[in-house]
């Protein structure tokens, strides 16, 4: 066991899914190599003491669903700004989304184009997805052998003409061409035909409702009975690693359930936002609330809180889908689809799930083992054990603030979060045991995160 050089103690850390008193120590390398039940007093000069007996420590939250957007659209979000966001609230490892930059994560040498821009700027641990589109099949294995943790594709249109959406026959192959990897294939599960397309809009695209209509529950539910089904008849049908990006429509939810009944290996998160917001409270023109899928009733918010305490939806996320200000102007059907949030997603689903009688212990199941476990990174990150990084959030769990513009990190601030009342405060982040957010100090100024590009594990 290597030696320690550092030791951190609460009365609340967040051990094997409860909530206990502990003594954590960490060595050189920013790696945990022992845990101890119970506060232990300083008593070695040697070892440096970090006493959080006021706090609760939990480990560094995994966002598996952020749009970094670099290079290309870096006047969007960049590297350096989204990851200082990123560790203002605790998240210690993002994993960034293979569309929105300009190349897209398609090819090897794309992906060398996407980590030439985000050397050196880091704050926090950056891994990568790639992407699926029609007719790159070829580069799949090749991407995995340089390390990507797995792959998304778009089953309707995904707003930008770089990342063209996939068909069945292309859904099909890249099933086959994934299987035995150990990668994980993400769908943006909406789907679209002459049975299911909505009437042409044709009046009030500044009123949600009219937004909403045209994103009916069936293009999501239409998506997952064909990823399903496409998946039962492929070559490998229980083998390959299947996930539901932000799922947002409570009906897809029996499908999902019956997959994972069948042994599919299918999997499925959301957002904060859907758990958060309502179609009901959603004010005309508030083109803040835009995205894709969208808010929908707070009866279907209601039914999303209660797949994820049963375990149907296993993961929450941010999706940080942002823009500039000018794109999000305009009514429902002309501006950017996405919402901004990166770095408010554990006091914004601490606020809900504390209101519903939900642990935090669970939160952080949704928020950082599961994610972590979705990107093959569990064991190394999303948890407080040995061997693990030594990330870690500091959390003031009942402290409150007042989103403001100074809690958006991000470069563009436009969220539907302004002046929302949250409760849980990210005191400190810690990434492998250096500091690198300070709640009265904000973000450091020296980029402190990796690239992680290990190959994932078969």
């Given at each position: ?96 989304m293979p569309l929105n930059a300009i190349p897209p994560t398609t090819t090897v040498a794309n992906l060398h184009t996407k980590l030439g821009a985000a050397a050196g700027q880091c704050f926090v ?32 249109n995904s707003g930008v003409d770089e990342f063209p959406a996939v068909d069945e026959s292309d859904i099909a192959t890249a099933m086959d061409t994934l299987a035995g990897t150990g990668a994980i ?181 949704w928020t950082s083992a599961n994610t972590a476990r979705q990107a093959g990174l569990y064991g190394r990150k999303g948890v407080i054990a040995v061997g693990a990084d030594a990330d870690f959030v ?65």
């Amino acid at each position: 066991m290597s030696a320690a050089v550092a030791l951190y103690v609460s009365k609340r850390v967040l051990i094997d899914e409860a909530l206990v008193p502990a003594s954590v120590y960490v060595d050189a390398a920013g790696r945990i190599v022992r845990v101890d039940p119970g506060v232990v007093a300083p008593t070695d000069p040697d070892l440096a003491y970090h006493d959080f007996t006021a706090y609760t420590l939990l480990p560094g939250l995994v966002d598996s669903h952020v749009h970094l957007n670099e290079p290309g659209r870096t006047e969007w979000e960049g590297f350096a700004s989204g990851t200082r966001a990123a560790a203002s609230g605790g998240v210690t490892t993002v994993v960034d989304m293979p569309l929105n930059a300009i190349p897209p994560t398609t090819t090897v040498a794309n992906l060398h184009t996407k980590l030439g821009a985000a050397a050196g700027q880091c704050f926090v641990d950056v891994a990568f997805w790639g992407g699926v589109i029609p007719g790159n099949a070829p580069d799949l294995r090749p991407l995995v052998d340089e390390g990507v943790r797995g792959f998304k594709c778009f089953m309707i249109n995904s707003g930008v003409d770089e990342f063209p959406a996939v068909d069945e026959s292309d859904i099909a192959t890249a099933m086959d061409t994934l299987a035995g990897t150990g990668a994980i294939y993400m769908f943006h599960a909406e789907m679209e035909d002459e049975h299911n397309h909505p009437a042409e809009i044709t009046t009030a695209p500044e009123e949600y409702s009219t937004f909403l209509a045209s994103r009916p529950d069936t293009f999501e539910t239409k998506a997952i009975d064909t990823i399903v089904r496409t998946a039962q008849a492929s070559a490998n049908p229980s083998g390959l690693l299947l996930h539901v990006v932000h799922v947002s429509s409570a009906e897809v939810l029996p499908v999902l359930a019956r997959a994972q009944s069948e042994q599919l290996r299918i999997s499925a998160e959301t957002c904060f936002h859907y758990l958060t917001f309502c179609a009901e409270e959603v004010p005309r023109a508030g083109t803040q609330y835009k995205c894709c899928p969208p808010i929908r009733s707070r009866a279907n918010r209601e039914l999303l809180w209660r797949a994820l305490e049963d375990g149907v939806l296993s993961t929450v996320v941010s999706d940080h889908s942002p823009c500039t200000p000018e794109l999000k102007q305009g009514d429902f059907f002309s501006a950017w689809g996405g919402v901004s949030g990166l770095g408010l997603g554990l006091s914004v689903l601490w606020t809900q799930a504390s209101k519903r009688g939900i642990s935090l212990a669970k939160v952080m199941q949704w928020t950082s083992a599961n994610t972590a476990r979705q990107a093959g990174l569990y064991g190394r990150k999303g948890v407080i054990a040995v061997g693990a990084d030594a990330d870690f959030v500091v959390f003031n769990e009942d402290a409150e603030f007042v989103v403001g513009q100074n809690q958006l990190v991000f470069k563009n601030k436009v969220s539907p979060y302004l002046g929302m009342k949250l409760r849980g405060v990210v005191e400190r982040t810690i990434l492998r045991n250096g500091v690198v957010y300070i709640r009265d100090e904000g973000v450091g100024a020296v980029p402190k995160g990796a690239l992680i590009l290990e190959r994932v594990v078969a």
